[in-house]
């Protein structure tokens, strides 16, 4: 079982290896929306959703279903599967209900009733992926009305980034079911639907739907009418507007590659060139991630707090980082070994592995170096530089007698998932380390479905909350949030969206796909202690927006999420 968990994973060593794509299409997109700035919406074959084939499939197996499903049903059946999808978001009602309260209430309930009430065909990929939706999305739709309520008793107040995309989801719906007098909706942009919303909540409302309609469409391979959905996108979104124009932008950019790969157009250079890790050739834009956004901080802090609980007799310590950054975590374990009276540190040993940026690494070691010096701290640091990961010895780190070894691994092994060579030699010599503790940070979401309608959608929620996240916590015009969005988070939706095969690269699984590959090495996973716990609601407090930073358990490990989102985890482990 184990061995097919990362069977079918084929993508490169390096996993965001693309140049931004920032500004790539978009003179192409405003010329086309001035000669056509409104496209022909007349001949959306997309709004029919639910045909007859839902009545052929009805009484079918799962496994017949499934079949029909990978064999590539029409084009209809492509089309309900992705609406329903929208659907399971679990949409709270239209913001009409401000005004309407009880009307809209009946009228949004029954929404989903032609949906739910068939018997719906889906991959057990699919299934899954629709189940966790369900589980991720906590407000009931009573929830949501009271909150309305509340709304019409203060004054309107903005919507959320997840507020906009679950309006737009409804608005998909709405307007993928029904037609006025044989014309489709679209051509009216904000029709009463929207009468709620201020002109901008509306825009970026109506620039999501669009969105969600172009990536159907481009799913169904209706490359034509998905042109235009995209050209009118670029139109609209802007990669320094606001978030909904901002996630648009990108999001439009990697469909828009998509149709050029599946049409056979040329591939942009800017796609073929490889660039480095973010965070290793951006100094500067790494470092104000981390002291402005929560997340790395809170993992960090806690994953620090574990180590120093697991090495309380250790005298001789040595640190395995295996993708060293800035080293700025390792400051706090140093102060807090420098404090030790009982048992104090005769040797503290950090050996850095890297593929990338050998300088920079060494910078941060003879910085590392001299915080030690300042705190009288026995330390020493060392470089294994490697070319490729697949070429990592236990040998190469020089382990000696008595040392207490310690594996941090910080967003790395996704980078291997799809080498099973690569990432299974990597965990055998980490095994023969016999480490104590190894701590494991990681994106905890799922980018690897071969469905490209669950990964568009898993993408785009993801993507949307970091982008929320970097609205609330970073300065629109901040250089060091458009190098983020562009050149990390940008090539990462192209390679999601646009590619298949070995050049889908970025393949991010969830915690429960780490427990069952980590099992296989003999690994248990520990849990994280209060101590742990505490330090990460600390660090949350010294944050302006770290109340929008959620903290959740998921089994023994930790989950950070960004308004109830997941976006990383944090697991410990030790070998048996």
Known sequence: MAKTLFSSFHFNDIQDDCDPPIGYGKEEAVTKCQEDPWPDMEDCAFMDLFSSVYGSCQENSMEEKSELFENQQPDDFKQNDFCHKILHLEIQPNFDARNHGEDIQSQVSGLGKPLKDKALSFSSASLELLANYEKGFKKTREEAFNDLSNENNVGHQKLTMEEILRVAGERFIQFSTKKEDGISMFIHPYGSSLSGLSIDEARDVELVHLLLVAAENVGCQHFDFASKMITRCLWMA???GTPVQRIAYYFAIALQERIYRETGRIMTEKIK?????????????FLASHRELPFTQVMQFAGIQCIIENVTT????HLVDLQIRSGIQWTALMQGLSERHEHPIKSLKLTAVGTTDQLYIEETGQRLLSFAESLNLPFSFKTVYLTDMKDFKEDLLNIEAGETVVVFSFLILRTMVSRPGCIENLMGAIRRLRPVLMVLVEVDVNHNSPSFVDRFIEALLFYSSYFD???DCMERSSQSRMNLEGIYFGQGILNIVATEGQERT???VKTDVWRAFFGRFGMIEIGLSESSWYQANLVL?????GSSCTLEHNGKGLVVGWKGTPIHSLTTWKFS
Request: charged residues 25%; positive net charge.
């Open 238 to 240: 802007s990669d320094s």
């Open 273 to 285: 060139q490889p660039i480095k890790c973010l965070a290793l050739e951006t100094n500067t834009t």
């Open 314 to 317: 250790a005298t001789k310590i």
């Open 469 to 471: 996240c970097l609205e």
């Open 506 to 508: 970025n393949r991010n």
């Open 541 to 545: 407090k010294q944050f302006v927006h």
